[in-house]
């Protein structure tokens, strides 16, 4: 079992650290959550924190074999404004993380793809009506930070009836930092175009996992695929995510992506669970 930097009282105490003003920190969660704090503005992406999943598939032909610890029990964090869910694939949208967040944060926003409105509010048990839509190229401002809807491809991009998006990224502006976070998506044609019209984007958390068939789920970009974005889309750092939390559906950063990001000369930063990164204002 691969150890976070930091997990539990420990993790907290590090998230609590006095922000100076305008200075970004995230932290990564594992898999494609993190932990956004500007100010005391707090926001989660995509956060998974439970064994739902290596529960649900213990006796199956696919097991889900947990590789990273845990890095903070979902009651433990506290204070959050917003979380987002990218699209409804259970580590992106885990009922076991999201209602333990929902009870302890009771005024905290719920940012979801407008298409699975009805989805989320079955899986959580909340009504239909709170959470906070968007689609692609729909925007929101939610307690100081501004998202803006990207279309994801996991593996195509899926749409409603309606042609909402099912799954989505987001293009996050929160004072005078951009992220972009981009879901689970491969890369389609006019991606790159799109995100370049937020630029300039200083953080882009993109998965590393890749596409692989015999997995028999759906794909992302692998490493090279992120650093090349990253460096399409002129982004001043771009951390990799998506690996390390399953056995079956993971990537070694330092075998596709980080000589890609050297031989681009692309900035990058690979964390460990647990670990912050910071921007200075």
Avoid at 41 to 50: E, F, I
Avoid at 100 to 117: F, S
Avoid at 158 to 183: Q, V
Wanted: aromatic content about 8%.
């Amino acid at each position: 079992m691969i150890e976070p930097l930091l997990r539990d009282d420990a993790f907290l105490a590090d998230v609590e650290r006095p922000v100076p003003a305008g200075e970004l920190r995230l932290w990564w969660l594992g898999q494609s959550g993190f932990l956004v704090r500007l100010g005391n503005r707090r926001l989660l992406l995509d956060p998974y924190l439970s064994d739902s999943l290596t529960n649900k598939y213990a006796t199956t032909e696919e097991p889900h074999v947990r590789m990273t610890a845990r890095v903070i029990a979902p009651e433990r964090l506290t204070q959050i404004d917003v979380v987002t869910s990218s699209h409804n694939h259970t580590d992106h949208l885990d009922a076991d993380t999201l209602r333990p967040l929902l009870a302890g944060n009771p005024e905290m926003a719920l940012v979801i793809p407008e298409a699975n409105r009805a989805f989320v509010a079955q899986r959580l048990g909340i009504d239909p009506a709170e959470p906070i839509g968007l689609d692609d190229g729909a925007s929101v401002t939610v307690a100081g930070f501004e998202f803006h809807g990207i279309a994801a491809a996991h593996n195509e991009i899926d749409r409603d009836a309606s042609g909402k998006c099912h799954c989505l990224g987001y293009i996050i502006r929160c004072g005078p930092w951009t992220l972009y976070h981009s879901g689970d998506t491969l890369l389609y044609p006019d991606l790159a175009e799109k995100l370049r019209a937020f630029a300039p984007i200083d953080v882009a958390l993109l998965p590393i996992n890749g596409h692989k068939p015999e997995r028999r789920v759906a794909g992302n970009l692998d490493g090279a695929e992120a650093a090349q974005l990253a460096h399409a889309i002129g982004a001043r750092c771009v951390i990799p995510c998506h690996y390390e939390m399953f056995e079956f559906n993971t990537a070694d950063p330092r075998e596709l992506f980080v000589p890609e990001c050297e031989r681009l000369a692309q900035p990058y930063r690979v964390l460990r669970a647990g670990e912050c990164w910071s921007a200075g204002a």
